[in-house]
C-alpha cells in the first residue's frame, strides 16, 4: 500500500492510499486533486473515509462518490453528504480489502471519529485522525468541552508508538512554535522542530508524524508532564491542585490566543 498526501486549498491533505489499481481517499474537501491524483496514478476510487463535517473535509465528497460510485463511510452523529454508511466507536470500516477500526475522538467536532488501521507484515500502522490531533497541536475545540478533548487524546496516546499519524492540515511548524513556549527545554522538541523546518524548507511535507515522536514533543498529550503542567499553571496562574480537565481547558486557551 501507498501512503500519498494530496495537498488541498491553502494547508489541507486528502490522504489516499493505494495499492497500484484502486484508491481510498480520506477528508476529500477538494474533488480536483482527488481527480487528477487518480488520473494520474490511473487508479479507480475504491472508498471514501470522511472523520467529521467540516466543508474542507467533505466538499468534494459528493463530486467523487457521483463521479466514481465510491462507497463512503463517515461519523454517525454528524451530517455528510448522502448517502454514507454511519460508523461509530468499535465500528469496523471495511475498504480495499483492509478493516479499519473506528475510535470516536469528539473535541474538535461532536461526533468526530478516527479511523485506526493496525501493523500488518510489512506495513506499520496508520491513524487517520482529521482534525483532532496535529503534529505538535491539536484541534480547536468548536463543538466539544476540553475534557472530551483530553479523553479523545488520550485514546489516540495509546495507540502504538509507530503509528503513523496522518493529520489533515500541515500546522506542524506553528505549533511547534507554540510548544516551544511551553516546554523551551525540551530536547526532543528543538531536534524535531529542526527536522520539521528542513523539511518545509525543501517543499516536503512534515506529515505522517509518528506518535511516539508526537508523545515527547506535543504539548496536547503531555498536559500531565511536571513542564507542562509548571508552563501552564504560570500563564493561566492555575492553582496547584486543578483538575486536568481545567489544565487542558488553559493550554488549549493559551495556544487561540498564542500570536
Known sequence: MTLVPLPAFADNYIWMLHDGSSAIVVDPGDAQPVFDALAHHKLQLAAILVTHHHADHTGGVAALH????????????ERIPEPFTPYVQGDIAEALGLSFEVIDVPGHTAGHIAYFLPAAESRAPLLFCGDTLFSGGCGRLFEGTPAQMLASLDALAALPGDTRVCCAHEYTLANLRFARAVEPGNADLTHYNARCESLRAQGQP???????????????????????????REHAELSADAAEADVFAALRQWKNDFR
Open 66 to 77: 457521483a463521479a466514481t460510485g465510491a462507497p463512503v463511510h463517515g461519523p454517525a452523529r
Open 206 to 232: 512534515t506529515l505522517p508524524s509518528q506518535l511516539a515522536t508526537e508523545r515527547l514533543i506535543n504539548p496536547f498529550l503531555r498536559s500531565r508532564e511536571a513542564t507542562v503542567l509548571r508552563a501552564v
